[in-house]
Every structure is written in C-alpha cells, then in structure tokens.
C-alpha cells in the first residue's frame, strides 16, 4: 500500500522545531521524503535546521501554526505550490495539559483542544481532498499513552488525546474508501522538551496532592528511562511503508506496557487503583498492573 518511492514522497511534519517531530523530519528526510517541516517561528528553527545538516539532509521550513486557521490555510496553500501534493501528513504537533478534572481551569481543556485535537484536523483538511481525487496518502497521527489510559492529573491533555485516538480510528475507516491509509503512533515517555514547557498542576484546593504527586513519580520514572525520539521515528517510517499496516502503534518508555495493561484490566480494577491511601500500594499495584516501577 506503499504509493510511491520514498523520493518522490512529499512529507509535511507538523511541530518540527523538537523532540519527536524533529526527529521525524530529520529521519524521514534522509530516507529519500521532501520534508516540509512546520514551525511556529522559523527564526527558532536553529537545532532543527543544524541537525539535518549535520545528518547531511535537507528540510523545507514552513512557518504555520497549528492553533490558527488562517496559518494553517496558508502554510498548506505555500506547501502546495512548492509541491503540488502531499503525500504523507504526520500530525505531531501538540501541547500539554496538566491538572486534575476538578481543578483543571477550562480554558485549559478549550487551550489544549484547540491544538491538539482541532490543529491536526486543521492540517487533515488541507491534504484530504488531494489525498482523495489521487486515492492515495498516508496521514500518520501522533497521540500518547494517555489515549489509551486516563493517566492521573493531566485532564485536559487525556481528554485531548482521547478525543485525538476517536477522530483518527473513524478517519483511518472513512479515509479507506479512497485508498489513504491513517495510522495512530502512541508514545510512551521519550526525551523531548513537552515536560520542560509543560504548565504547573494548579493545587487549588489542596486536595490532590496524593494525585499530582504519582501522576510527577511517573513522570519522573519515565524521564529517567526515557527512550530517543528516533525510535518513534522510525515506527513512523515503517508505518507509512510496511506492507501490513496496522491502525495503532505503542513504544518508547511506558507506551506498550500500560496500553496492554490498561487492556487487560476491568473498569472495576482501574477505579479501585484510586482508592489507595499510601504511595506505597499505589505504587505497588501499578507495577503489577502495568509491569513498571515508578520507585525511585
């Protein structure tokens, strides 16, 4: 299902300036894609753009921001003209989102929805009805771990990727009438800078410490064996290019292990992990729930 060589794909990699995205750029880049990576600012495109050449690869820079249709509209309308088509869109760009479902401001889930949720169908808009009239394309959307599992305190960043993992499962099936395949990449925790941006959890009410304090334990747990961006990277190649694709791909530290653990568990089971006093339990239960220890 492969429609083209990889050097003559057309590739837009949304959110390109760090982490995943630009590792995907860059990887993507040197297997033969004409990369159009978009940044918000390409006066901040530095690492990026000394990485690929480090690498001895070339990316496009596209200055677009996500969160805007106007941006949007036109950095796909700058793509276009320069390309003609795209081939493969990879919808990486995201935010965080912290706070527990009680203290998490709404603007916060309207803030975080807005990127990663209506970003991505901004940007799958603007490469459908091409994708469509040439019955061919790959759009590969990145969401988390946290699409699959309500991880603790992060409510409008859950709510978003949930919501990310249900547009994308009834894309993948709308997009197969015309031939374009949709693949969903679910990371775990990867070395990327989204922690060192991400917002402070609001303790309003004081009432959450337990939740905020294991919610910053896995982190911190994830952090320390946190894998490279190029490895999801690389799933991301081989989901636009293997014969048998699936819909869903889980990596990187915590990714597969909670997704099939979550899967495993009852609903009964999940809401009695809440009910733990001591961090200790927690802590125990969620080893043996998702084999991974988030002990210091």
């Not at 796909?76 to 795209?86: K, M, N, R, S």
């Not at 807005?114 to 970003?119: D, F, L, T």
């Not at 694709?245 to 990596?251: F, G, Q, S």
Request: net charge negative.
């Amino acid at each position: 299902m492969l429609y083209h060589h990889p050097m003559s794909l057309n590739t837009v990699v949304t959110g390109a300036n760090s982490g995943i995205g630009r590792a995907t750029a860059i990887h993507l880049a040197d297997q033969g894609h004409r990369v159009f990576a978009t940044v918000r600012s390409v006066n901040k495109a530095d690492k990026l753009m000394s990485m690929a050449a480090a690498k001895g690869v070339t990316v496009q820079l596209v200055e677009l921001d996500i969160a805007d249709d106007d941006s949007v509209e036109r950095g796909f309308t700058d793509i276009l003209e320069q390309a003609g088509h795209v081939d493969v869109l990879v919808n990486n760009a995201g935010i965080s989102g912290n706070g527990t479902v009680e203290e998490a401001a709404t603007a916060d889930y309207l803030d975080v929805f807005n990127v990663n949720v209506c970003g991505a169908v901004r940007c799958v808009k603007a490469v459908m009805p091409g994708m469509r009239s040439r019955r061919a394309g790959t759009i590969i959307n990145v969401t988390s771990v946290a699409g699959r599992v309500a991880s603790l305190a992060q409510a409008p960043y859950v709510a978003s990727k949930w919501a990310f993992e249900a547009i994308s499962e009834e894309l993948a099936q709308e997009a197969a009438a015309f031939g374009i395949r949709v693949a969903i990449i679910e990371p775990g925790v990867t070395k990327t800078s989204i922690f060192v941006k991400s917002i402070p959890n609001p303790n309003e009410t004081g009432a959450y410490e337990a939740h905020n304090r294991r919610m910053l334990q896995m982190y911190s747990a994830g952090i320390r064996n946190a894998t490279d961006p190029m490895e999801v990277a690389a799933v991301i190649d081989h989901a636009i290019t293997t014969a048998s694709p699936k819909l869903r791909y889980a990596m990187s530290w915590g990714g597969p292990e909670m997704a099939a653990g979550r899967a495993a568990m009852t609903d009964e089971e999940w809401v009695a992990l809440g009910r733990h006093e001591l961090d200790d339990d927690y802590y125990d239960e969620f080893a043996a729930a998702f084999g991974l220890d988030l002990r210091r």
